[in-house]
């Protein structure tokens, strides 16, 4: 870099209160690789999580599979792919499966834009208020490319929520997103919570994985 690009360069970091030491730092600090930064998104509990339930194992291969690199030698990303519900007791390992799925999908080096929420969380969310534009953020979980909805069906049931979770699901499916949605519900009961349009979107666009009968946490593993 020639002098006179350098002083017009510290001119303009100048004129912005921009101390040049500082850029300096953050350049020479190493980059962290794409698994070290999405565990720095994910909860302490679960930044180690390991997939290795058979069905769980095949769904992030078949996401892997059908991922697409956004221009040539660009690293692949996630678009569409199939989705999951995974059904079993509190304490079975659903979640620790399903942030465990999207770690594999970056060990195996596939760009993975995501986002995890708890059903309960989600609608806490939504819920209108002032404010708030919960129409755009409604859209904007419909669209990311790979969703966790968790402990679906914890939340007190009304005719909104069901309203809310059809639009989310029904979206997702149309546009063929991967899903990883977990309850605690047998699906008898999640269809009386959440009603026949939304378990019948959820029966098409997943594949069920049953779980266990067995609290993990009561055996001190990883739930």
Known sequence: ???????????????RNI????????????????????SAGMPPRYQGAVADHPQVLT?????????????PGARRQVTTGPSLLMAGVVGAGKTHQAYGAVRLLVQSGIGVRW??????DLYADLRPRPGVDSERQLAAVSRVPLLII??????????????????????????MLPTLVTTNLAIKDLKAYLGDRVT???AQMTTRVEFEPVDRRRHRTTA
């Open 200 to 202: 019948s979107r959820l």
């Open 150 to 175: 968790d402990d679906l069906g914890a939340a007190k049931a009304s005719e909104w929520v069901e309203e809310v979770t059809y639009r989310l699901i029904n979206r997702r499916y149309n546009h």
């Open 19 to 38: 101390d040049p030491a500082a850029v300096a730092t953050l350049a020479d600090e190493p980059k962290r690789s794409p698994l070290d930064a999405l």
């Open 1 to 15: 870099v020639g002098a006179g690009t350098l002083d017009r360069m510290a001119r303009i970091l100048a004129a």
């Open 115 to 120: 986002r995890a929420t708890t059903a309960a």
């Open 59 to 71: 769904w992030a291969r078949d996401v892997a599979e059908v991922a697409v690199a956004p221009s």
